[in-house]
């Protein structure tokens, strides 16, 4: 059984940064993607990064050159760290884990951003 720990959402001011951390533990295949998705009220989940083990990393556009997306495999945690935040990132942001035949899903985080 695959569990993902998400932590570090909160409320911050738009310009600001928040950092964001997902835990995975149990018996996780070696081979695997990890990745931030995150949902707005009223709207669909929309990918926000995926990294692969190996370190290649995937970006919304949206979020391009204000978030970056990193992984200790050693801890099997991934982190989102995210800058110039605006109001529009305000949303649940949830961790994934992707292996060859199932996604395992975190239970998310709130991230608010005040204007």
């Known amino acids: 059984q695959v569990q993902l720990v998400e932590s570090g959402g909160g409320l911050v001011q738009a310009g600001g940064s928040l950092r964001l951390s997902c835990a995975a533990s149990?018996?996780?295949?070696?081979?695997?993607?990890m990745g931030w998705y995150r949902q707005a009220p009223g709207k669909k989940r929309e990918l926000v990064a995926t990294i692969t083990n190996g370190g290649s990393a995937n970006y919304a556009d949206s979020v391009k050159g204000r978030f970056t997306i990193s992984r200790d495999n050693a801890k099997n945690t991934v982190y989102l760290q995210m800058n110039s935040l605006k109001p529009e990132d305000t949303a649940a942001y949830y961790c994934?884990?992707?292996?060859?035949?199932?996604?395992?899903w975190g239970q998310g985080t709130q991230v608010t951003v005040s204007s």
């Open positions: 149990g018996t996780i295949f070696s081979i695997n993607v």
């Open positions: 994934n884990l992707v292996v060859p035949i199932y996604t395992y």
